[in-house]
């Protein structure tokens, strides 16, 4: 059972749903239609997948909720990481200015979230966002929330922006040096380097602007 208490996340529910995965999935494929999605790149990327129900324990223990804001502060604010930012603001500092420009963020926000959400790159995660946001679009508490992402993950196989190997990240799906949930990056990411595709993972101009 997990630890929040609510019945979806109960042994048995998560038994019982993951029995029920592969129709879970097919019933989805109206809402991928409408996004664009054709049907040899859903068949393509569904057919081979299994759920990763070590991801239902993650669930149910997200430090941002089992700990007191300042005790998580101190795990993402450190001096290293203050240095690496400054580092970075310098080694990329043509994207900075070029996406300042634009966009007239203060390029020391952006760098500071790429900072926080994984260490400026460092620890973003290896899970495959596909197989992760179709095992909580169909198994435990999030399931309507994250079937939004699952399609979005769809959507960007469908249009080439992130190679499927490139497409790996957080449990929870969140992707890139700087964490886009795949719903945030349909709404937001941009081509910034004119090369045909939005790439967040690879791309620092992409990043940046996005």
Known sequence: DGASGDPRMRAGAIRAATANFHPCIERLWPLAARRGVSRPTFERYTAPLTPDLHIMDLLDNQPEFTKSFWDYLDILVTKERIEKGRALLAKYRDAFDAAERVYGVDRHIIAASWGVESDYGSE????????????????????????????????????????PDRLVGSWAGAFGPTQ????????????FDRDGRRDVVDSVPDLIAS
């Not at 198994?139 to 929330?145: A, D, T």
């Not at 960007?156 to 992130?162: K, S």
């Not at 886009?180 to 990411?189: D, G, K, L, Q």
């Open 124 to 163: 973003g995660g290896n899970r495959p966002v596909l197989r992760s946001t179709a095992t909580l679009a169909c198994i435990g508490r999030r399931q309507n929330y994250f079937r939004g992402e699952f399609i979005a993950t769809l959507e960007i196989l469908q249009h080439r922006d992130v190679p």
């Open 180 to 191: 886009f949930m795949p719903t945030a990056f349909i709404r937001y990411a941009v081509d």
